[in-house]
């Protein structure tokens, strides 16, 4: 079992920047993905980033591409999400998520991560 553990999270205003970090205790992520995915109140956890971190191969949706950027700390163990240029639509609650040994082009599907931290909200005013 990984245990997952998000941090920065918080409010700004539109156009602003957050940065999110995510550390895995006990484990370094050398070849898995990792993602963050959010949650608007009632509606299903949608993937913002992902990366593989055996080759640093990322993926965005249209709705973050250009805005948010996915890194993982030269520790291994830490998971970053650089958000700018923030939108109010952006205001959600973000979790992290792992999945062991796995190659290939990260997956931005929630049913493919079972480890999960247990959020950090963000918020937007406009």
């Known amino acids: 079992q990984v245990h997952l553990v998000e941090s920065g999270g918080g409010s700004v205003q539109a156009g602003g920047s957050l940065r999110l970090s995510c550390e895995a205790e006990?484990?370094?992520?050398?070849?898995?993905?990792m993602g963050w995915f959010r949650q608007y109140p009632g509606q299903e956890r949608e993937g913002v980033a992902c990366i593989n971190t055996a080759d640093s191969t990322t993926y965005y949706p249209d709705s973050v591409k250009g805005r948010f950027t996915i890194s993982l700390g030269s520790d291994k163990r830490t998971l970053y999400l650089q958000m700018s240029s923030l939108k109010p639509e952006d205001t959600a609650m973000y979790y992290c998520?792992?999945?062991?040994?796995?190659?290939?082009?990260?997956?931005?599907?929630?049913?493919?991560?079972?480890?999960w931290g247990q959020g950090t909200q963000v918020t937007v005013s406009s």
């Open positions: 006990g484990y370094n992520w050398s070849r898995d993905w």
């Open positions: 998520a792992g999945r062991h040994w796995s190659p290939g082009l990260c997956s931005s599907s929630r049913f493919e991560y079972p480890f």
